[in-house]
C-alpha cells in the first residue's frame, strides 16, 4: 500500500471497519483450512447475506439522520408472511414474492410517515411499531411453521449467470445505492442527515427525503427476510429478533455517524462482514455460543472508541 493510499485510509471513517475486517479475516484463514475455497466462501456468503443486506438498509435509514428499531421485528413477520401464503392462492411464488415486498415497503412507509410527518423521535417510534410488528408476526404464527415454496429455496441455493443468488442479492443492494448516491435524492439524504434545519431552509423537503429513506430501506429489508426464508424454509415469528442490534452494530463498525449524514452503506457492508467473521471464529474456536453477543458487543465498543478518538483528532 502507497503512503498516499494508506493517509486516505486513515483519513477514511472506513479505515477502522477495514482494519476490523483483515484481523478477522486472516483469523478465519487460521482457523479454517479452507476457508478460501469455492465451497466455504459460497456457504460463508449464504450466511452473511441477510445479515449485510439488512445492515445496508440500516445505513441508508441512519445517514438521513434517524435509526429504525424495528428492522429485526419486520424480518420476521415478512418471514411469516412468506411462510403462511398458499402459493397457489396468490399467483403462485412470484405472487407471495409480490405481497412479501408490499408488506415489507408498507412498514418502512408506516415507519417513515411516523418519524417524517408525524415528527415522532425515531428511536421511540420504531421501537413502538417494532413491538407491533413482532405482534403481527405472532398472530399470524404462534408458533415456527409454515413452509417457504421450494422453488424460493431451489433459487436462493442456485446461481445467476454462474454468480451465487446470495452475492447476486448483496450485489443488487450496493447497486441500489450506487445509483441513489448518484441522484439528487441521494446527496439529500446527507444533506438531511447532516442538518436538517438547513436543508429545510435550503428548499430540500426533509420529510419526504426521510420517509425515501425509509421506504428505500425497507426494500432492503424484504430481500434480506427472503434470504433468512429461503436458508430456513419455514416461519419463526422470532427469526429476527438479533438483526436490530446486529444492522446497529455494522454501521458503527463501519463509520457511519449516527448522527446522519456521514458514511456509507459500504461501511455497514464491512461492519457485516466482520460481525459474521466474528461468529465464525466464536464457532471455529469452540468458544461456548453464549460468548457470541458478548463478544460482539466488544467489538462495538472498540469501534466506537475509533469513531471518538477520531472525532477528537479531526476536531
Not at 422453488?151 to 452475492?167: E, I, K
Not at 434470504?227 to 419455514?234: G, H
Amino acid at each position: 500500500m502507497t503512503a498516499d493510499a494508506w493517509a486516505a485510509l486513515r483519513r477514511s471513517s472506513l479505515g477502522p471497519g477495514l482494519l476490523m475486517l483483515l484481523v478477522v479475516v486472516v483469523i478465519n484463514a487460521v482457523l479454517q483450512d479452507n476457508f478460501f475455497g469455492g465451497a466455504s466462501l459460497d456457504s460463508n456468503m449464504a450466511t452473511f447475506a441477510p445479515t449485510v443486506l439488512i445492515c445496508v438498509a440500516q445505513a441508508i435509514i441512519v445517514l438521513s439522520g434517524e435509526l429504525d428499531l424495528s428492522v429485526g421485528a419486520g424480518v420476521s413477520l415478512i418471514n411469516c408472511v412468506l411462510a403462511s401464503l398458499p402459493p397457489q392462492h396468490v399467483g403462485g411464488s412470484l405472487g407471495v414474492l409480490a405481497i412479501g415486498l408490499a408488506v415489507s415497503l408498507a412498514l418502512g412507509f408506516v415507519n417513515g410517515v411516523l418519524v417524517a410527518y408525524v415528527g415522532l423521535p425515531s428511536l421511540v417510534a420504531t421501537f413502538a411499531t417494532g413491538a407491533i410488528w413482532f405482534g403481527l408476526g405472532l398472530t399470524i404464527m404462534p408458533q415456527p411453521g409454515g413452509v417457504i415454496a421450494d422453488s424460493l429455496g431451489d433459487f436462493y441455493a442456485g446461481h445467476v449467470l454462474g454468480v451465487p443468488t446470495p452475492l447476486v442479492f448483496v450485489i443488487l443492494a450496493m447497486a441500489i445505492w450506487v445509483v441513489l448516491a448518484r441522484h439528487r435524492a441521494g446527496r439529500r439524504i446527507f444533506a438531511v442527515g447532516s442538518n436538517a434545519v438547513a436543508s429545510r431552509q435550503a428548499g430540500i423537503p426533509v420529510a419526504r427525503i426521510k420517509l425515501m429513506a425509509f421506504v428505500t430501506g425497507w426494500g432492503l429489508v424484504f430481500l434480506s427476510a427472503l434470504a433468512i426464508s429461503c436458508q430456513t424454509m419455514s416461519g419463526d415469528p422470532r427469526l429476527g429478533q438479533s438483526y436490530t442490534l446486529a444492522s446497529v452494530a455494522a454501521v458503527v463498525i463501519g463509520g457511519i455517524s449516527l448522527g446522519g449524514g456521514r458514511g456509507s452503506p459500504w461501511g455497514a457492508l464491512v461492519g457485516a462482514l466482520v460481525l459474521g467473521m466474528v461468529t465464525n471464529v466464536i464457532y471455529f474456536a469452540g468458544i461456548p455460543s453464549s460468548w457470541q453477543e458478548f463478544v460482539k458487543g466488544i467489538v462495538v465498543v472498540i469501534a466506537l472508541g475509533f469513531m471518538v478518538l477520531e472525532g477528537r483528532r479531526t476536531a
